[in-house]
């Protein structure tokens, strides 16, 4: 059964694409089975890997106003080795549309459990606010993977993010985990990157992961290919990192599975 893992920070430009399409590719890499869900309007997790959103047959609309099933919207991206469910601008219709409808938050959830014993994890890129498809993405996850930049107002905006989840956990998700913290586009030169570290590790302890991105502007560039850092120049950095990021997470759930007791 897949673990549903929502990216997510309110922020705009923190690396959740990257992230997302990088990651993907990083655990199919290491031979799980990865499906990426596209929750943001723009598509750039669509187009960035390799799929091109001005030209869907269908798409997240379809999923979230229940017009197709999951399994008939989901496509193979070829260039970049993992399934997506692809997005574009009509999802903004889809949340429109979802406004009157009951059970609107949980839509996603639903329309995910179809897939969920097809794949090991799911990622879902979420948009840079708290609307009804983020609330969407977080009423389906497990758990919320937050990229952030180790910057003067970051612990500020975190505060308020973990604040939207303990909210999301009273209402919609109760079960809802913290996967962990990214940190992204990081500089060690910088003595501000390494205080706001210092912080994190001190409030979020191994909630932090040891794999950090660096600034690397293959990452940057891989986009405008289509295609994942691990497909444009794998030698690169950045896609070292995300190698890195997915090691470190599947060794992680490898262990919280072996620590839950075994049902007699
Ligand atoms: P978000 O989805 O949070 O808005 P993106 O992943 O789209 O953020 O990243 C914002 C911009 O920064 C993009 O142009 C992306 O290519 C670039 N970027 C993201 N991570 C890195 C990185 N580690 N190094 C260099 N550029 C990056
Ligand atoms: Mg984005």
Redesign the pocket.
Known sequence: MARVIAVT?Q?????????CVNLAASLSATKRRVLLVDM?PQG?ATMGSGVDKNALALSGYDVLTKRQSTADVIVFAEASGYDILPANGDLTAAEVELMNEIGREHRLRLQLNSVRDRYDYILV?CP?SLNLLTVNALSAADSVLI?MQCEYYALEGLAALMNTVEQIQETVNPELALEGILR???DPRNSLTLDVSAQLNEYFGDKVYKAV?????R??EA?SYGVPALKYDRASK?AIAYLALAGEMVRRNGQQRQAQPVAV
Not at 213 to 217: E, G, K, Q, S, T
């Open positions: 920070n922020k705009g430009g923190v690396g959740k694409t990257t992230t943001d750039n890129d840079p990229p992204t586009m990081y991105i660096p600034r690397n502007v990452l940057a986009p950045g």
